[in-house]
């Protein structure tokens, strides 16, 4: 099956949605990871590739761009509601 | 370590190019390096709207942008045209230029007596410069002699995700060569002055980081007020960023991971190599000309909405965001970072950029080059750019 996510960083514990992924639908990483998305997740907005907690650095680039204000899980859409 | 073929100049700098340029010192002169561009198709003039009026810094950005133009290697030999009364004097640039030991000449039109005859005499310098050019060929030069300048414009959501990151996997490969890389646009580094911080060689350059993205974003405010968070901010929210640091990552990340073993000011050449951060403005074409001054030989644009524009003596290649871009912009594009999102890895398409990229050096032609995609040179202005 083709990807639907790209993770541009190994650091990274978030992936990029290549196209509208819909609430339930299947997330794809050339990684070969292959998991739920939680949230419906908008083409080029971020989601979880792991479990994260409250505090969490949150990872894109192999850089932190923020910390989880609460804790997300594995597949949920990741943006301002709850990255700090 | 892997060789290209260049032209070697005496200053040891080594041109991809060998291209004969007519510089105006001034507007005025604009139209005297016209007329010998049309009498001799095969020079390549460099038009500006400046070169007179200039006080302080604009002055000093100015001398600097022009003598550094005609040192860039890929200038075999330099015409200057001055008029005579003018602020930035054409015998300043002439001397400038000379320094780098290559052929340079010099005509006033007011004491050469007139636009004709200034072209005249102008044309005959010109068709014996491209003769000399013409007798040089290339020769075998390693990598650590080329200068990579990086340049986005027209960036969209995916310019961060597709193209920057394989550009930055291809940066990391030039200064792993021993080569240079130039990375600038100081406004798009807003919000990641503590990442660049800490990649800098040594606290001095750390500290010289710091000031320059720290004045970028006090300048932005002073010149836009409310609408500064046009520029400093995450951008459209709906292109998925969270945070200005976000954004800013997705536009340096086409820099690569090394080590930041320089800061210069707009248009200045580097004297150490590696990955370089210079001083400069986000508008696409006069960030371009401080790229080409500071010595760049080729340099790689990343684009979304599809920007064309090349350089007059510089090769650039177009590097498109998405599939859907790259093809209805086919004729400007030279590569489809998007080919990620059908499911292309960073790493082949960051292949493909390099494999381009040494083509180029060789001599194969870019799309902005073969569509002279030259346009006007564009010097930053210390008045009003961001």
């Known amino acids: 099956m083709k990807i639907n996510v790209i993770v541009i960083n190994e650091m990274d514990n978030v992936g990029i949605a290549l196209e509208d992924i819909k609430r339930g639908g299947e997330v794809r990483t050339a990684e070969g990871t292959c998991f739920t998305a939680l949230d419906e997740v908008p083409f080029s907005h971020k989601v979880a590739l792991v479990q994260l907690a409250k505090g969490d650095e949150v990872f894109k680039y192999g850089e932190v761009i923020g910390r989880c204000s609460r804790d997300i899980s594995r597949g949920e859409w990741v943006h301002t509601h709850n990255l700090e | ?386």
């Open chain 2, 1 to 386: 370590m892997k060789d290209f073929n260049g032209f070697i100049r005496p200053d040891g700098s080594v041109g991809i190019r060998n291209h004969v340029l007519v510089i105006p010192s001034v507007s005025c002169a604009n139209g005297v390096v016209g007329l010998i561009a049309r009498m001799v198709p095969e020079a390549v003039p460099i038009y500006h709207g400046h070169g007179c009026g200039r006080a302080g810094k604009d002055m000093e950005w100015h001398m600097r942008t022009l003598v550094n133009l005609g040192k860039n290697p890929n200038a075999a030999a330099v015409l200057v045209i001055g008029l005579g009364c003018e602020v930035i004097k054409g015998e300043f640039l002439a001397q400038g230029i000379a320094s780098s030991g290559k052929p340079v000449e010099l005509l006033n039109i007011q004491e050469q007596g007139g636009s004709l005859k200034t072209a005249a005499r102008g044309a005959e310098i010109i068709r014996r410069f491209l003769d000399d050019a013409a007798r040089e060929v290339r020769q075998p030069a390693p990598f650590s002699s080329l200068t990579l300048g990086l340049e986005c414009g027209g960036s969209d959501a995916f310019s961060g995700v597709t193209a920057n990151p394989s550009v930055g996997r291809v940066a990391d490969w030039v200064v792993d060569q021993g080569g240079t890389v130039i990375l600038t646009e100081t406004t798009e580094m807003i919000g990641t002055s503590h990442i660049l911080e800490r990649r800098a060689c040594d606290s001095q350059v750390a500290a010289q980081v710091a000031a320059m993205i720290a004045q970028a974003e006090k300048r932005t405010h002073e010149l836009l007020g409310p609408l500064a968070s046009v520029v400093i901010a995450p951008g459209n929210m709906d292109g998925g960023m969270s945070s200005i640091r976000e954004k800013s990552l997705g536009c340096i990340i086409k820099g690569g991971s090394r080590v930041i073993n320089q800061v210069i000011d707009y248009a200045e050449i580097p004297s150490q190599k590696g990955l370089i951060l210079m001083d400069g403005p986000g508008y696409d074409t006069e960030s371009m000309a401080g790229v080409a001054a500071a010595g760049s030989q080729i340099m790689i644009f990343t684009t979304g909405r599809g920007n064309p524009i090349g350089f007059p003596m510089v090769p650039v290649i177009k590097v498109a965001s998405t599939t859907q871009m790259f093809t209805r912009m086919e004729d400007d594009m030279d590569i489809n970072a998007g080919a990620i999102l059908q499911g292309r890895s960073l790493e082949q398409v960051a292949s493909d950029i390099r494999e381009l990229l040494i083509k180029v050096a060789g001599g194969d032609l870019t799309k902005a080059e073969r569509n002279q995609q030259t346009g006007i040179l564009c010097m930053s202005t210390n008045l009003g750019a961001f």
